[in-house]
């Protein structure tokens, strides 16, 4: 495939094909339904010809002379006995029958009212909007004419008996006339419509008294004008309906002589399509190679389903003309003449209503064109959007702290079968040389070679060694993926960009792609059996593009809001809490281990001297190693203290869920946006060592006793509990007593109820906060919900304190028996228990109708989120269906595919939300950006120098190189 | 009847003079018909605006002060 150049496409159109044309691109004309001959060979000019392409390989193209694979096949086609509707345009055929004249074919429109559609047509074009608007209204237009504006042809109504017989409706004379003019000349008392006779007829239609009297006899039938009088005059009806079948060469000769003019009004081009092209004549015949056919094990040929339509299609053909030239009668040809209509249809179209399907032998319907394009497996979606690609791996995933955020550890057993392609040159060919030496069980190995003439050898155990002395600078070697490479990781559902990204490759042992587990958010993984996928990228400008573009760090702010998505979860959460929450004092040892998986290797000077005279370090100076050196940051941390930077110090504050977390901790939001991606990158994974290092050292477990309370808080929580049931109580029988006062806009009852939930979440309050009281601050429970780790102080006042109210669509628990939730209680029982309020704890365990209550109110939460889930996955997808053709354009505005402007500026300020800072009071924080311009501008005139000179931010290029960058060596080039 | 034009929420809506209109359309480089469309009848156009005219909307912005918007009008 590498000899043919991509071209480009410059315009498609669609239209109708000329019957000549069928013919002129044919290889030949098909004559005989049979395939194969007794020995195995295809037929001239049968269904196989050889001439319509090459299936079997090694043989020959008989029109083109290439080979099966590059012979693409050629049509063939078959002359139709008589011309047959194509189902494909049954409606647009009914459309013109009705707008046309019966006689001169004319568009039944006044040349006014044509050229008024059609500059309609313009307008609708020019604006794009939807053309069939204007043809239909020229249609319904035209059909409203009784006669041609031309030839001044009566006109009558199509029926059109789906799927493709046309009826021409006239309204003729019954048979019956005599009698029903008799009948109603007789009068009906009882109506009091009284007696006509023929003398009043005969004036009141001025028709001769002999004439009527014929045609009360019967000898005379009446004419049009006649019989229209008598009908007034009489107040009847003496029509019926006689439909008069089109055949489809009637309505062939009726579309030849339709004007080109009238057709463009009706939205077609006549210089590519006329409308009588629609009738076909000839019938193509799909090359082979588009309906192959298979040899059987017992060496039977068992054909394409096309080629049995072609074979059905091919007889009645035949049978037709012999019966015609036999001079059957009309009957017999009429018959024919449906069959092969129906042949013809089921051809193009197998699933047509109030056609029976074509059926195989077995009774299986056949698959036909149509059939083989639509639907999920059809060739739209199924094959040209459902694309199945190469050099991709799956398998589960499970955390690895050690790695970057940027790497991804692909098991050896995948590197060694996905590979990467390597042009050898003089300066690789040592290394290319290792890789095909190694074979392709070695690990890193190669498994193919391409050789300079294009030819592709695989490297075996055998060869590998005699191959590796061969490779020379011009070859290509498949070597297996090895660390640093390139590869892009995903996990459905892919609802945002940063489901899929770019990874480093580390080769791992084991069968797991590990991963840091700082990237779970964007992916929205966890390790209880999730599985992702893996592609390796297969030629330089991908590889290069995914390195820039969509590696992790890249990705680090999140367009939806601006702020970083990726930072430290969970753990390194509760390990910055406590290793930052009161400042505590570490020794040589301890802060030297904490720091032993970042790149600071030397401590700075030691916080202070503690009473026995060993140096210390505090938990935020060894926290401040890992800020740089110039970052000043002040604001309200998460647990409501003011946190303080300065000069890359931490002077005050807890460093937790607002100051290091995913989606918007603020020193790694700012770390990003002021020092960049790569900065961030180390800034997060030295933050999560460091916080693992710490939560290891002070050690970390939570257990039932943690949630546990001494027996003098549980009877103060029995009290209160006991105390709300008491008011409880009090309100139902101030309800009973009608003493209850309703609140506004409610109803007795609704007050009563928005009462008692009131009184019993207070109680659930109370309970918690003196559960709360009894917690210490070191608890491990507390220290996960204030430091926005896991877990809020609601989940542990229902651990310690009282689980609550169960509440199904908000309502306390109204459902169940008549007047009662469950049997264990009486009818009309109003009290806090019996409507599923929880007043035990946890720990403390529910009793079974507690129990009972409490999976109601639970499973009203699985079913909301499963409906949830579904419901906003497909407005998601109706939204980006609607919107992925949008396009920001360069000079700013928002553009559709038809250059339609939908926002004149993007986001209507023109910026992207990634590359701005703002918050709460500023969209912009203007105010910021200025201090640290005028920072830089105004302290020396050396910095004056760094700040006009444009100061190179580290490359981002590979995950070696940036962290010599960043460390200010240099890179020694390679010449 | 209540006059929608009036009310707080509806962003001021004018009838683009035609010079003003060529530079917008030279400005974006495109034809009147790429613009955004807006019906005759809606509530908000005000009175003198006629089919084919450019409507110039001035709104309050949540991302910038105030946005500009043009739109053509259709029947």
């Known amino acids: 495939m590498q000899d043919t150049t991509p071209k480009d496409i410059g315009s498609l159109s669609f239209g109708l094909m000329e019957p000549e044309e069928y013919r002129e691109m044919s290889a030949t004309k098909i004559i005989t339904a049979d395939t194969y001959d007794d020995d195995g060979f295809p037929i001239d000019m049968g269904l196989m010809d050889p001439r319509l392409g090459v299936i079997d390989p090694g043989l020959e193209c008989k029109t083109c002379g290439k080979h099966s694979g590059s012979c693409n096949g050629h049509f063939g086609h078959i002359e139709l006995a008589a011309p047959v509707i194509h189902v494909g345009f049954t409606k647009l055929i009914r459309r013109l029958l009705r707008g046309t004249c019966r006689e001169c074919s004319k568009l039944l429109l006044t040349e006014d009212e044509r050229d008024e559609f059609r500059d309609q047509l313009d307008e609708s074009r020019k604006l794009s909007r939807d053309l069939n608007d204007v043809t239909k209204a020229a249609i319904r237009q035209a059909r409203k004419k009784d006669r041609c504006p031309f030839c001044g042809e009566i006109q009558y109504d199509i029926d059109h008996e789906k799927p493709t017989t046309y009826y021409e409706v006239q309204q003729v004379l019954t048979s019956e006339y005599s009698q029903s003019i008799a009948g109603a000349m007789q009068g009906d008392e009882e109506e009091g419509v009284e007696r006509t006779t023929p003398d009043e007829l005969a004036e009141q239609t001025e028709i001769e008294l002999t004439r009527v009297n014929e045609i009360l006899s019967g000898s005379f039938r009446p004419r049009e004008s006649q019989r229209k009088a008598i009908e007034k005059a009489l107040d009847i009806d003496l029509t019926e309906e006689d439909t008069n079948k089109l055949m489809p060469s009637d309505i062939r000769d009726w579309f030849e002589n339709i004007p080109d003019e009238d057709i463009e009004v009706l939205g077609i081009n006549p210089d590519r399509s006329r409308p009588e092209w629609m009738i076909l004549t000839v019938l193509p015949v799909p090359p082979v190679t588009a309906r192959p056919s298979i040899t059987l094990d017992n060496g039977q040929r068992s054909e394409d389903d096309l080629t049995h339509k072609l074979v059905d299609i091919i007889r009645i053909n035949q049978r037709f003309m012999e019966n015609r030239e036999a001079g059957a009668p009309q009957l017999i040809i009429e018959d024919l003449w449906e069959l092969l209509q129906y042949h013809v249809t089921t051809f193009m179209d197998n699933e047509i209503s109030g056609t029976p399907p074509a059926r195989h032998r077995s009774g299986r319907p056949l698959k036909t064109l149509s059939q083989r394009l639509k639907g999920k497996e059809g060739r739209f979606r199924g094959s040209l959007s459902g694309k199945r690609v190469n050099f991709s791996a799956r398998t589960v995933i499970s955390p690895d702290p050690t790695l970057s955020l940027n790497e991804v550890g692909v098991p050896d057993r995948v590197a060694k079968e996905m590979t990467q392609t390597m042009n050898v040159t003089e300066r690789n060919v040592e290394d290319a040389r290792r890789f095909v030496s190694n074979g392709p069980e070695g690990h890193p190995g190669a498994n193919y070679v391409r050789r300079p003439d294009g030819r592709r050898l695989k490297v075996t155990e055998k060869n590998c060694e005699q191959l590796a002395e061969k490779v020379e600078a011009g070859w290509e070697v498949n070597r297996h993926l090895i660390d640093g490479d390139i590869v892009i990781f995903n996990r459905q559902p892919s609802l945002h960009r940063m489901s899929i990204m770019a990874h480093e490759v580390v080769v791992m042992p084991y069968k797991t792609f590990r991963l840091n587990t700082v990237v779970c958010p964007p992916y929205n993984a966890d390790f209880d059996g999730d599985e992702m996928n893996m592609h390796a990228l297969q030629n330089e400008e991908a590889r290069a593009e995914a390195r820039v573009l969509m590696r992790v760090q890249e990705q680090m702010l999140s367009p939806r809001f601006g702020e970083n998505i990726i930072g430290a979860i969970q753990d390194h959460i509760s390990g910055m809490y406590l290793l930052t929450h009161d400042n505590p004092r570490f020794n040589e040892t301890q802060a030297l281990d904490l720091l032993r998986a970042t790149r600071i290797d030397e401590l700075p000077e030691p916080s202070g001297i503690d009473d026995e005279g060993t140096p210390f370090w505090t938990g935020y100076d060894v926290f401040s190693e890992l800020l740089p050196d110039d970052l000043d940051l002040e604001f309200t941390g998460t647990i409501g203290d003011e946190v303080v930077i300065e000069d890359g110090q931490l002077l005050q504050g807890t460093i937790a869920e607002d100051e290091v977390g995913e989606f918007g901790g603020e020193i790694v939001d700012t770390i990003t946006k002021v020092y960049g991606n790569t900065r961030a990158r180390i800034f997060v994974n030295e933050v999560s060592t460091l916080a693992m290092r710490a939560i290891m050292h002070f050690g970390f477990s939570i257990g039932i006793d943690d949630e546990t309370i001494p027996g003098e808080a549980q009877s103060r929580i029995d009290e209160t509990i006991a105390d709300a049931n008491d008011r409880v109580e009090e309100l139902i029988e101030a309800y009973e007593n009608n003493e209850l006062e309703s609140l506004p806009g409610r109803t007795i009852d609704e007050t009563l109820e928005m009462k008692i939930m009131q009184t019993l979440s207070r109680a659930r309050d109370n309970a918690g906060n003196i559960a709360d009281e009894h917690f210490q601050d070191d608890n491990p429970a507390v220290v996960m919900a204030n430091s926005g780790a896991r877990g809020s102080m609601l989940n542990l006042t229902q651990m310690a304190g009282a689980v609550g109210q169960q509440a199904v669509r908000g309502e306390r628990i109204n459902r169940g028996y008549e007047d009662r939730t469950l049997s264990h209680y009486e009818p009309n029982d109003l009290s806090a228990e019996a409507h599923g309020f929880v007043e035990n704890s946890y720990t403390s365990g529910l009793t079974p109708r507690e129990f009972f209550f409490h999976a109601m109110g639970g499973r009203e939460g699985l079913v909301d989120t499963a409906v949830r889930t579904s419901k906003s996955g497909y407005l998601q997808r109706r939204l980006i269906n609607a919107l992925s053709e949008l396009e920001t354009q360069y000079d700013g505005t928002v553009r559709d595919t038809s250059d339609t402007i939908v926002q004149f500026e993007f986001g209507e300020d023109g910026t992207s939300p990634v590359k701005v800072s703002s918050d709460e009071d500023n969209d912009i924080d203007v105010e910021h950006i200025a201090d640290r311009v005028l920072d830089s501008e105004f302290e020396s005139a050396e910095e004056r120098q760094e700040f006009l000179g444009s100061k190179p931010r580290p490359t981002n290029l590979s995950e070696h190189a940036d962290d010599r960058l960043a460390e200010g060596t240099e890179v020694t080039s390679d010449d | ?75």
């Open chain 2, 1 to 75: 009847m209540v006059d929608v034009s009036q009310h707080e929420l509806v962003p001021e809506h004018t009838v683009l003079e035609e010079e003003a209109l060529e530079d917008v359309l030279e400005e974006y480089n495109i034809d009147r018909t790429d613009l955004p469309k807006i019906k005759r009848n809606d509530p908000a156009l005000p009175d003198e605006a006629e089919i084919g005219d450019v409507i110039k909307i001035v709104r309050d912005s949540r991302t910038t002060d105030q946005s500009i918007v043009y739109r053509l009008v259709v029947e």
